[in-house]
């Protein structure tokens, strides 16, 4: 998303122009380290190999006027001492710009992410560590531009409608199908007391594939969706909304699914818990069609004085949504279906030291089969000034995939880092 990336950039750039005392709030940073990975290749009788990393850190903020603008970006620049792999550099990008054109009536959103996704989509959300080709991933790209207006009929209602132009691109042209959808929506809040909103909308969407490969659809959908958010106490909430989204295929066939958004969370006293479920579409790179999938997710987090510790459970089933083929009949290609606990936790050895570490486990049971993976990572960081820091990592992987050879891979990781 070149063309978006680089509107952006034009965004934050011009921002000083358009408003007089405005707040600019810029960081910039770079770290430097090594790597040790036994099997940079993540498979039975894998290759070893050293690895350089040089990492490029910038955040910004700025607010002036009616102009508000984030930035967030990283990278890692690889290199490989005997030549296992090319040179790489990933990348994460995550921007946004809201102008407010006509004051408290009339917006502009842009915002523009890029981040690595698994290319098998059913595996759900990427896990750390894993941002690398040869653990199946690749870079994705998501534009998103959008005027809307915010009407107020009442002191205790908002509306808020517009256009929303989503760009979906991959880094290479093999790596997924590319995307821009048209969105009109309209979305109504209305505040019914102090702690208790009702929620209603529509959409209307039309959804293209840069290319046609036979393996994408385009399509348009309708969405209408009820709900409500409800503050039952200080730092607890509960929200919902659902409703049916009709998909009609270009090539012929349609579907309807229900879609559904809940979550909870709550506070008691330094325990956090939350639990989640949220069932929709979204894109597969693999298949290039639409995966229908639901997600379920509960969690707790409990804070001391110096320590914090997560404990969290993800379970997911993904399927072809019905009749994405266009063909007027499902695809039979069969649920997959997923599970990963998880636990995490940092230690304040001293003002200047801290530890932390991991534990996850997926287990994905698809129509070929069993998957188990197991990830694992332990971490010392110091301060050595209140600008550098330095870092040594541990992380441990094993997969055992049905069909193929178990193997595992050991990384050992020093790096420093320093901000400006």
């Given amino acids: 998303m070149k063309y978006f990336f680089r509107l952006l950039v034009a965004v934050m750039l011009s921002l000083p122009l358009c408003a007089q005392a405005a707040e600019i709030d810029l960081k910039a940073g770079i770290g430097a380290g090594g790597e040790y990975n036994d099997n940079v290749d993540e498979r039975a009788g894998g290759r070893g190999d050293f690895i350089t990393h040089v990492k490029p850190t910038l955040g910004a903020t700025y607010e002036g006027g009616r102009v508000t603008g984030s930035l967030l970006y990283s990278g890692d620049y690889q290199y490989y001492k005997d030549g296992t792999y090319e040179d790489d550099y990933n990348h994460k990008l995550a921007a946004q710009v809201l102008v407010n054109a006509v004051e408290d009536f009339f917006y502009i959103s842009l915002t523009d992410t ?53 760009d979906v691109r991959y880094a290479q042209k093999d790596d997924g199908t590319n995307k821009i959808s048209h969105e009109l929506f309209a979305d109504a809040n209305r505040e019914i007391s102090e702690r208790l909103s009702g929620l209603a909308g529509y959409s209307f969407t039309v959804e293209n594939a840069e290319e046609d490969e036979g393996s994408s659809d385009d399509l348009t959908r309708h969405r209408v969706y009820v709900g409500g958010t409800y503050d039952y106490a200080e730092d607890s909430r509960i929200s919902l909304r659902f409703g ?23 506070t008691f006293g330094s325990v956090v818990g939350t639990l989640g479920f949220v069932q929709d579409y979204q894109d597969d790179p693999d298949s290039g ?8 997710s509960a969690g707790l987090t409990k804070i001391f004085d110096r320590a914090t510790l997560s404990l969290n459970m993800q379970y997911r089933e993904s399927e072809e949504a019905e009749d994405s083929a266009g063909d ?52 010392l960081s110091y301060a050595m000034q209140e600008n550098v820091t330095a870092s040594l990592t541990y992380r441990y992987k094993s997969v055992d995939e049905a069909g193929e050879n178990p193997w595992a891979a050991n990384r050992i990781m020093a790096e420093v880092g320093v901000t400006f």
Avoid at 128 to 148: F, Q, R, W
Avoid at 289 to 296: F, P, V
Avoid at 340 to 354: I, K, M, N, Q, V
């Fill in 289 to 296: 069609e639409l995966l229908l999938t639901s997600t379920y």
């Fill in 114 to 166: 890029y981040s690595s996704v698994y290319s098998d989509a059913r595996r759900g959300e990427v896990i750390e560590g894993d941002e690398t080709s040869s653990s199946g991933t690749v870079d994705k790209n998501v534009a998103i531009l959008s005027p809307y207006f915010v009407l107020n009929p009442d002191e205790r209602t908002q509306i808020n409608t517009g256009y929303r132009l989503r």
């Fill in 244 to 266: 049916p989204s009709f998909n009609e295929y270009d090539k012929g066939g349609s579907a309807v699914e229900m879609y559904y958004e809940a979550s909870l969370v709550h």
């Fill in 328 to 379: 007027g009949q499902d695809s039979g290609s069969g649920t997959t279906r997923s599970w990963r606990p998880s636990l995490r936790g940092t230690y304040e050895l001293s003002p200047r030291a801290t530890l932390g570490g991991g534990l996850t486990y997926e287990s994905e049971d698809a129509p070929d089969g069993v998957t188990d993976r197991w990830y694992c990572d332990a971490s």
